[in-house]
Nanobody, 116 residues
Framework: QVQLVESGGGLVQPGGSLRLSCAAS????????MAWYRQAPGDQREWVAR???????NYADSVTGRFTISRDNAKNTVYLQMNNLKYEDTAVYYC??????????WGQGTQVTVSS
């Protein structure tokens, strides 16, 4: 059973930065894509950023220019660098992975709180 473990969440002031990590229990090269989603209280889970196995990335409009997704294949880890954080970025952030011919995998989530 493949596991995804997120870390790096916490409390940060508006304008601050955090880097989230998502460590997989097997090679991330086996996944078609990996992504970050987030869910704020009372809201549906929304997509934030995606990185394909070839390295190309795309972002939700709300985070473009502030967030960067990257991957370290040697460490089986995907990152989400979040800069210029805003109150509305407060949410539980989830990592996902898309294995070929199988259901999407999810991590347990990590809380990000932007507050002064």
């Amino acid at each position: 059973q493949v596991q995804l473990v997120e870390s790096g969440g916490g409390l940060v002031q508006p304008g601050g930065s955090l880097r989230l990590s998502c460590a997989a229990s097997r090679s991330i090269l086996s996944f078609n894509a990996m992504a970050w989603y987030r869910q704020a209280p009372g809201d549906q889970r929304e997509w934030v950023a995606r990185i394909l196995s070839g390295g190309s990335a795309n972002y939700a409009d709300s985070v473009t220019g502030r967030f960067t997704i990257s991957r370290d294949n040697a460490k089986n880890t995907v990152y989400l660098q979040m800069n210029n954080l805003k109150y509305e970025d407060t949410a539980v952030y989830y990592c996902s992975a898309d294995p070929p011919s199988a259901s999407r995998l999810w991590g347990q989530g990590t809380q990000v709180t932007v507050s002064s």
